[in-house]
């Protein structure tokens, strides 16, 4: 199956600060490609779509001021998140799309840890 | 309004017997369904997905089966191994074809030798 990466696997942050995850299809083109995180024992939950030479589509709910999303190629998907709160802290994953029935290509996720 | 619903939080089964691993859901505009498989501090990983046209569809040990007129599908593993255990999520397509997945709150699947 297609492989994704994201960058870094797991980040700790003061708060105030900003980071930058990226997200990589590396044997394919992903003109989309997702952006989830995932609370401790709970789902994944969808933040935003990042979409190639556009600007990214936010779910309800999803602050995109402090969710900057930037899709600059069809391999390479970036989230920083800006002025981290602890209570950003999660494990962020990202995805692209596959084929046959819309199966999803997943990262490994990152960890981000916001004291 | 929880569209696609795990209402079993998790499962143990031993080594060898199936697993069956449940998910409803509320729209019946879906057009398929799919199951991944997540590992701790991983991504998921893609199972096994099911056309709403079809009612089972098998590989290798895993088989899904859906019941449109109950709205409920099913994953079943068998024989389920060790390295089974994991957290599994059912998954269905947002509408409009955009591409965006809805997830099930997931099932813990723990298989004991």
């Known amino acids: 199956g297609a492989v994704v990466s994201q960058h870094p696997s797991w980040v700790i942050c003061k708060s105030g600060t900003s980071v930058k995850i990226e997200c990589r299809s590396l044997d394919f083109q992903a003109t989309t490609m997702f952006w989830y995180r995932q609370f401790p024992k709970q789902s994944l939950m969808l933040m935003a779509t990042s979409n190639e030479g556009s600007k990214a589509t936010y779910e309800q709910g999803v602050e995109k001021d402090k969710f900057l999303i930037n899709h600059a190629s069809l391999t390479l998907s970036t989230l920083t998140v800006t002025s981290a709160h602890p209570e950003d802290s999660s494990f962020y994953i990202c995805?692209?799309?596959?084929?046959?029935?819309?199966?999803?290509?997943f990262g490994p996720g990152t960890r981000l840890t916001v004291t | 309004d929880q569209q696609v619903k795990q209402n079993s939080p998790s499962l143990s089964v031993q080594e060898g017997r199936i697993s069956i691993l449940n998910c409803d859901y509320t729209?019946?505009?879906?057009?398929?369904f799919l199951w991944y498989k997540k590992y701790p501090a991983e991504g998921p990983t893609f199972l096994i997905s099911i056309s709403s046209i079809k009612d089972k569809n098998e590989d290798g040990r895993f088989t899904v089966f859906l019941n449109k007129s109950a709205k409920h599908l099913s994953l079943h593993i068998v024989p389920s191994q060790p390295g089974d255990s994991a957290v599994y999520f059912c998954a269905a397509p947002h509408e409009g074809n955009t591409g965006k997945l809805i997830f099930g709150q997931g099932t813990t699947l723990q298989v004991k030798p």
């Open positions: 995805s692209a799309g596959g084929q046959g029935l819309g199966e999803q290509y």
């Open positions: 729209n019946s505009m879906f057009d398929y």
